[in-house]
């Protein structure tokens, strides 16, 4: 038997203007995991935690990205999953991609790693194809196990671009205990949107990926900004535009729905003004009467990996 | 009496994907002009090359432009334009904007360049404004000022990233005779857009800017594709999808509108590529029974400048 615990950390995706297109890595929190192979054929899960997981193994994320996993493979194992998860479901800081994440990661390693980390986001994708009702992202799952900010070029064929983080970028994200899930968030959005209105968010999306590769931590800023999805999804959010008045007189650089939502994040320059913004954050959503998981982190240029 | 005679290149705008808000600048083609300050008050144009220009003085790109900026001056001088124009209006390589650049480049050299590049971006646009019927655009004057790839992240205010442009990247235009303004390529493009296809495209217009920053000219062919503007505008441009699998058969890593066309370019990783691809274009619209004038030129970190 080969037994793995890893860790997959929490990411963000969208980073305002790259909706459906970027994510970046957090450091610190995430999903632990430990995955373990055997002689013999099938697939346990357990979860250690106190977090709800579905009962029903086909209705756990990691179970078709394992099984993706595990066909690629070519050969028959038990695979034995027992889940630490940290991240609570519905945060909007890519809770379900960091458990499958973490269980790829963790079976490739168990395996003997024969798979490279991109084909390893391919088979996460299937995890977040059961969530989201068919489509695959890997707007989370991509950061998740690669680290950095993650651009999805293209799904048909997968084109993954990953883009290291300048040292300085700091992000504060608050959950908020409301519940907003993916489908309801993505039912909100339009089908179609104003030509006009693209070309804002697409130069926005070239200034957010110079601003990173340029090292220019103001132009991610100004540029981190979407004219977009936000319009329709901050209805979910209690005091969403006041929020950002706040955050941004305190100096965040930007304020963002993360992911779906309700989670949103802020990106400052250093460390101090992000902790300041966290504690904003909080204090807002308790005088709304809704409490609140802050979290406070360098963004990171690790993604999953191994731990003790 | 102050007299300076300055080259502004021709440029590519939108580069595929970047529609509205991208452009980069060619090397060796452009438009030539002398522009003279003497005391006094008043504006003068003479084009000595047999290019066809408005004899209204206030129809000629030139004039906005060289009023605003006297405007912003404070003080009032008689200024002499003297056009040596090569590149043909309608050509789709920013052949308005090349004039507009070099004028204002050139009036800020006779004047003692109180004028940052940036603010001559400015100036020129408002001759672009003319042409385009009230819409600003700096995708042709920002590069043909500034050089390299100019990045147009947002107009209000206006955010120039200028984004130099690795040595190998050399670009093949053809400028098929035949005449698309850039009012009829404006108006075939529908006014909204499917949410799915505007994410396409801003997923290629990240992996544009990644390609870029990270040298990756690969990386840039394949995101310099675009899935919005592209299906409505190839219709003027005769056998559009036939001469893509021509070039691309040939070793070109893209092949798109430039501007609003109907000329359309090529990028390829070396110069022989390039000037095969050249060829290629030529032999394509002659068979088509329309001529064409070729440019085969290494995209250029080099914008405006003094010439003898």
Same mark, same amino acid.
């Given at each position: 038997?080969?037994?793995?615990?890893?860790?997959?950390?929490?990411? +963000?995706?969208n980073?305002?203007?790259?909706f459906?297109?970027?994510?970046?890595?957090?450091? !610190?929190? $995430?999903?632990?995991?430990? *995955?373990?192979?055997?002689?013999?054929?099938?697939?346990?899960?357990?979860?250690?935690?106190?977090?709800?997981?579905?009962?029903?193994?086909?209705?756990?994320?990691?179970?078709?990205?394992? #099984?993706? @996993?595990?066909?690629?493979? =070519?050969?028959?194992?038990?695979?034995?999953? *027992?889940?630490?998860?940290?991240?609570?479901?519905? &945060? $909007?800081?890519? &809770?379900?991609?960091?458990?499958?994440?973490?269980?790829?990661? !963790?079976?490739? *390693?168990?395996?003997?790693?024969?798979?490279?980390?991109? #084909?390893?986001?391919?088979?996460?994708?299937?995890?977040?194809?059961?969530? &989201?009702?068919?489509?695959?992202?890997?707007?989370?799952?991509?950061?998740?196990?690669?680290?950095?900010?993650?651009?999805?070029?293209?799904?048909?064929?997968?084109?993954?671009?990953?883009?290291?983080?300048?040292?300085?970028?700091?992000? %504060?994200?608050?959950?908020?205990?409301?519940?907003?899930?993916?489908? @309801?968030? #993505?039912?909100?959005l339009?089908?179609?949107?104003?030509?006009?209105?693209?070309?804002?968010?697409?130069? /926005? +999306?070239?200034?957010?990926?110079?601003?990173?590769?340029? =090292?220019?931590?103001?132009?991610?800023?100004?540029?981190?900004?979407d004219v977009v999805v936000e319009p329709y999804r901050?209805?979910?959010?209690? =005091?969403?535009?006041?929020?950002?008045?706040?955050?941004?007189?305190?100096?965040?650089?930007?304020? /963002?729905i %993360?992911?779906? $939502?309700?989670? *949103?994040?802020?990106? &400052?320059?250093?460390?101090?003004?992000?902790?300041?913004? !966290?504690?904003? @954050?909080?204090?807002?959503?308790?005088?709304?009467?809704? !409490?609140?998981?802050?979290?406070?982190?360098?963004?990171? /240029? #690790?993604?999953?990996?191994? +731990?003790?």
């Amino acid at each position: 038997m080969k037994s793995v615990r890893v860790f997959a950390p929490a990411t +963000v995706a969208n980073m305002g203007c790259g909706f459906d297109v970027m994510g970046m890595t957090l450091d !610190g929190v $995430g999903d632990v995991m430990t *995955v373990s192979v055997e002689e013999g054929d099938g697939l346990q899960i357990e979860n250690l935690t106190d977090v709800e997981l579905p009962e029903d193994i086909d209705k756990n994320v990691v179970t078709p990205a394992i #099984r993706a @996993m595990m066909a690629a493979f =070519g050969e028959k194992r038990m695979v034995k999953v *027992v889940i630490e998860k940290k991240i609570s479901p519905g &945060s $909007g800081i890519g &809770s379900s991609a960091a458990s499958s994440a973490a269980a790829v990661y !963790g079976l490739n *390693v168990a395996l003997g790693s024969p798979f490279s980390d991109e #084909r390893l986001v391919e088979y996460a994708m299937e995890g977040e194809k059961l969530i &989201s009702g068919g489509t695959p992202h890997a707007d989370n799952v991509g950061p998740s196990i690669l680290g950095g900010v993650v651009l999805l070029r293209g799904y048909e064929p997968l084109d993954i671009v990953r883009l290291p983080v300048p040292d300085n970028f700091c992000c %504060s994200v608050a959950h908020p205990a409301i519940m907003v899930s993916t489908k @309801m968030a #993505r039912e909100v959005l339009p089908k179609d949107i104003p030509l006009r209105t693209a070309v804002k968010q697409w130069g /926005n +999306v070239a200034g957010l990926v110079a601003g990173l590769a340029l =090292g220019d931590v103001y132009l991610v800023g100004r540029a981190m900004c979407d004219v977009v999805v936000e319009p329709y999804r901050k209805q979910f959010i209690p =005091g969403f535009d006041e929020l950002r008045e706040k955050v941004t007189a305190a100096g965040a650089l930007a304020f /963002n729905i %993360s992911g779906a $939502g309700p989670s *949103v994040f802020s990106l &400052s320059a250093d460390m101090a003004t992000a902790e300041r913004v !966290g504690e904003i @954050m909080r204090e807002h959503f308790a005088n709304q009467g809704v !409490g609140s998981d802050i979290y406070v982190s360098k963004v990171s /240029n #690790r993604g999953a990996r191994v +731990v003790e």
